[in-house]
């Protein structure tokens, strides 16, 4: 029988420069300050979005009326509400994400 080396002998691969940066984090120390940055102009974007959509579905003013408003009309102004926030976070929600 011939002897061969075990493999627990074996060395291990050593590891390239590039493995050894990303283990260390040199190539990655401007990442989070670049996110931080992003997430910022990403909300700083999805906030102006709000303010510009907050009005974007509303009632007539002659359906509207006065006070006391009919059932139907406070419902369909809730519903305009939900609309509106629906839409404004979201395109948040799309920015931050994207960022």
Do not use: K
Not at 65 to 79: N, V, Y
Request: aromatic letters at 6%; charged letters at 15%.
């Amino acid at each position: 029988m011939s002897e061969s080396t075990p493999i627990v002998d074996a060395q291990p691969p050593r590891p390239t420069s590039a493995a050894t940066d990303a283990l260390h984090g040199t190539s990655f120390r401007w990442a989070i300050p670049i996110l931080m940055v992003l997430g910022g102009l990403a909300g700083a974007a999805g906030s102006q979005v709000i303010f510009q959509v907050r009005e974007l579905f509303q009632i007539s003013p002659e359906r509207l009326g006065m006070p006391p408003r009919p059932p139907q009309i406070e419902r369909e102004m809730l519903l305009y509400a939900v609309a509106n926030h629906a839409l404004g976070f979201g395109v948040l929600g799309l920015l931050i994400c994207g960022g």
